[in-house]
Nanobody
Framework: QVQLVESGGGLVQAGGSLRLSCAAS????????MGWFRQAPGKEREFVAV????????YYTDSVKGRFTISRDNAKNTVYLQMNTLKPEDTAVYYC?????????????????????WGQGTQVTVSS
């Protein structure tokens, strides 16, 4: 299992930017697809983005396309979420998540067995 710790959340005005980081433990991080989810108050947790272990397959939910960028640095065991042009509706707790096993290609991200470990979450608040 990969252990995950998110950071980088905070309060920002609409139109601003934040970069979230997710530090992972374990020597096999580079073999895991990684993703970001979020949960707004009173809503279900939703998928935001996923990146393959080799950066060759990335996918975003429609509401963040063109504004958010997921990336990873395998040398630092870290995955990032760069969030630009933030909107009040982006306010949520953001969670990092790892695939359930190594070498599981990220285009399977909708499969029921794809996702594994969760991080503890980091709060992002966008004021209008």
């Amino acid at each position: 299992q990969v252990q995950l710790v998110e950071s980088g959340g905070g309060l920002v005005q609409a139109g601003g930017s934040l970069r979230l980081s997710c530090a992972a433990s374990g020597r096999t991080f580079s073999s895991y697809a990684m993703g970001w989810f979020r949960q707004a108050p009173g809503k279900e947790r939703e998928f935001v983005a996923v990146i393959n272990w080799s950066d060759d397959w990335i996918y975003y939910t429609d509401s963040v396309k063109g504004r958010f960028t997921i990336s990873r640095d395998n040398a630092k065991n870290t995955v990032y979420l760069q969030m630009n042009t933030l909107k009040p509706e982006d306010t949520a707790v953001y969670y990092c998540r790892a695939a359930s096993r190594g070498w599981y290609n990220s285009y399977n991200y909708k499969s029921t067995d794809f996702w594994g470990s969760w991080g503890q979450g980091t709060q992002v608040t966008v004021s209008s």
